[in-house]
């Protein structure tokens, strides 16, 4: 075993704290031991950790269940940097705890820290974990929740990796938001232009999940099958060099339409708001957003409001 322990003080119990050092063999860098500290603390619930970088060691106070999970963190994490993590399943399962499984995941399609705390942050925003460390070293994302949060983690982590032919829907066995969809982009491949066709999807859905990640392009939602279906057809839609007339109508509400109106001849990012703003104020419709690349308005509402929006719009594109 790479850790080794250098105290152990008093026979333990799930009641009983005690203090605890653990050596750490390959992680000598002052911030790689503070990222696996890091990584306890929060996953252990560990309140008083302390590295001591002279000693490359961590020391602590915890129960019999906080000593055995910070046990297994740190011999997982604490790896050579150049051994490449391997296929198996790295799990512990805490006994008497809620969310009780704690699971590895490795990463090795994240280019930066800043892409690792995309995916990270991804993560947790979609299967709702409250705890989800990251360990930049080897491109490691540490997760602590359910049996069935954890299993949608890896799941989304599969899919997120260009390399990858997994699925990319997943329906959750509970009801309501139960459908999770990761959409790789073609066109809008600039930061500006998938954050627009982002905020696009969450006005005119109501999905109040939607991530996106830069690198490589991709959308990420989660909400009702409905709403699910409504994100995807707005992808093919405006995910385009050049937009077109298009329109959704959602089930089971016959006077509830979804409108893509392209602009032409082109307008600059302030005309386009212009328009919009005029549109939204005289036919009153409320979820209506714009899109610089490619020039469109994206609009829900009734048949009579997606009319008159329409004729709106003709006739000041043509004025300018």
């Known amino acids: 075993m790479r850790l080794l ?26 911030r790689q031991m503070q990222e696996i500290a890091t990584v306890i603390r929060s996953a252990a619930d560990i309140k008083t950790l302390s590295v001591v970088p002279s ?9 019999k269940w906080q000593i055995q999970l910070a046990e297994w963190l740190a011999g997982e994490l604490d790896r050579p940097a150049a051994s490449p993590p391997d296929e198996a399943v790295r799990e512990h399962t805490i006994e008497g705890q809620p969310d009780d499984v704690v699971r590895i995941l490795f990463t090795p399609y994240s280019s930066t820290p800043q892409h690792l705390q995309e995916i990270a942050t991804t993560v947790r925003t979609i299967t709702d974990i409250r705890r989800v460390l990251s360990y930049n070293s080897p491109s490691a994302i540490i997760v602590r929740g359910t049996r069935e949060q954890i299993d949608l983690a890896q799941w989304l982590l599969q899919a997120l990796d260009p390399r990858s032919n ?39 859905s109501d999905i109040r999940r939607v991530l996106t990640v830069n690198t490589p392009p991709t959308i990420i939602v989660r909400g009702t099958r409905d709403q699910a279906a409504l994100a995807e057809w ?62 469109a308005i994206v609009a829900r509402a009734t048949q009579d409001q997606i009319a008159m929006a329409e004729r709106l719009i003709k006739e000041l594109s043509a004025r300018r």
């Open 55 to 63: 000693s490359q060691a961590l020391a602590f106070t915890g129960s």
């Open 5 to 30: 322990p250098l105290l152990f003080a008093a026979t333990l119990t799930f009641a009983q704290d005690a203090e605890r050092v653990f050596r750490l063999t390959h992680a000598s860098d002052p």
């Open 166 to 204: 997994s699925p990319r829907q997943y329906q959750m066995a509970a009801g309501g938001d139960d459908s999770v969809r990761v959409f790789s982009l073609k066109h809008a491949v600039t930061p500006q232009t998938t954050q627009e066709l982002a905020v696009a999807i969450r006005t005119t």
């Open 234 to 295: 707005m992808i093919r839609s405006l995910d385009l060099p050049t937009a077109a007339t298009a329109e959704f109508r959602l089930p089971n509400d016959r006077d509830d339409l979804v409108r893509v109106f392209p602009i032409s001849p082109a307008a600059t990012p302030q005309a386009l708001q212009e328009v919009n703003a005029a549109v939204r104020a005289t036919t009153n419709i409320r979820r209506m957003t714009t899109l610089i690349a490619p020039q």
